[in-house]
């Protein structure tokens, strides 16, 4: 009997080390592939960002980099070219700028909306149908603003708006952007702890007071944010631009008239019949690297403002 007892344990020992052994297996496997997935990642992230580097010191070796920031046309494929990025760069930025000035307010009043006041029912639906629109495709938000936003305004408010315009473009990336602001602001409000607002409701304050001076200030770092996110998207938009803003390069100081945006230009030359090398095609990498370079800022504001004023509960 004690013999066959210990034959039955040696018997389970052994398989409980076989079994041992496959599932540490399994788990360097697993972990093999997660961390090739994160490196692949990254190494695509550097591939982009030397293509972009290489292409772009290729350009600069034939046009001055003073010319590049300092010059007021922007003319590449007319005698003789001029290489003035702040022609289009302007045009971006107005787009951009109307942009914000539509989804920022109006995106943290729907967070503060579906975090301190909308039952946990409305809040329920109402966020998932806020969310949808951020899957609609961006060509069919160029094409509302062509055929529909743009005939209204020039009706009603602007009869002097151009077909091609910066304001209809910079107000339906506003509507693209506002889910982004709103989701994330949400996220963040709704974070805050109970605490907080038990504590301002104790003192005697409102429910307005509560939400814009107490729950609001402490999701800061959070709204801060989803604006900096949805002010990146906004600059590296294309399809919006390239239907609604036209294709002409000139300053931007006019909201109701054409404009050619950075991420527009990059389109035209790369569906054309630019032959590649020349300085005309090294121009999308040069215009590339400048929007690489104003997110990566934002990015950097955004990441040292988050570290900087984040409150931790």
């Not at 920022?104 to 029912?121: C, D, M, N, T």
């Not at 409305?122 to 899957?135: C, Q, S, T, Y």
């Not at 949805?230 to 609604?244: D, F, K, P, Y």
Request: proline share 4%; net charge positive.
């Amino acid at each position: 009997m004690a013999v066959e007892s210990t034959g039955r344990e040696r018997s389970g020992a052994g398989v409980w080390q076989r079994k041992s052994r496959a599932r540490e297996w399994r788990e360097r496997i697993v972990k093999g592939v997660f961390g090739a997935c994160a490196y692949l990642s990254v190494l695509t992230t550097i591939g982009i960002v030397l293509v972009l580097i290489f292409e772009t010191i290729g350009f600069f070796r034939e046009v001055s980099i003073v010319e590049f920031f300092t010059d007021t046309r922007w003319s590449p494929a007319f005698e003789p070219p001029r290489y003035g990025i702040t022609v289009l760069a302007s045009a971006t930025l107005m787009a951009t700028l109307i942009a914000l000035l539509v989804a920022v307010p109006i995106g943290i009043l729907a967070a503060i909306f579906l975090s301190e006041y909308a039952s946990r029912r409305l809040r329920g639906w109402l966020k998932p149908a806020l969310e949808i629109l951020a899957g609609v495709p961006t060509v069919v938000y160029g094409y509302f603003a062509l055929t529909f936003l743009t005939p209204f305004l020039k009706s009603t408010l602007f009869p002097s708006i151009e077909v091609f315009n910066l304001l209809a473009a910079g107000l339906i990336m506003g509507i693209m952007i506002l889910p982004t602001i709103a989701s994330i602001s949400e996220d963040a409000i709704y974070a805050v702890p109970r605490s907080l607002r038990e504590g301002a409701y104790a003192l005697g304050a409102t429910k307005r007071e509560t939400a814009t001076k107490v729950v609001v200030p402490a999701a800061l770092s959070g709204i801060v944010a989803s604006v900096v996110l949805g002010l990146s998207r906004a600059v590296g938009e294309t399809m919006i631009l390239v239907i609604v803003s036209g294709s002409l390069a000139q300053y931007a100081d006019n909201p109701l008239k054409s404009a050619q945006a950075m991420t527009a230009f990059i389109v035209s030359v790369a569906s054309g019949e630019t032959e590649r090398g020349s300085p005309v095609y090294l121009t999308i990498f040069a215009i590339g690297m400048t929007l690489f370079l104003m997110t990566l800022v934002l990015n950097l504001v955004s990441y040292w403002f988050v570290r900087r004023f984040r409150e931790t509960y």
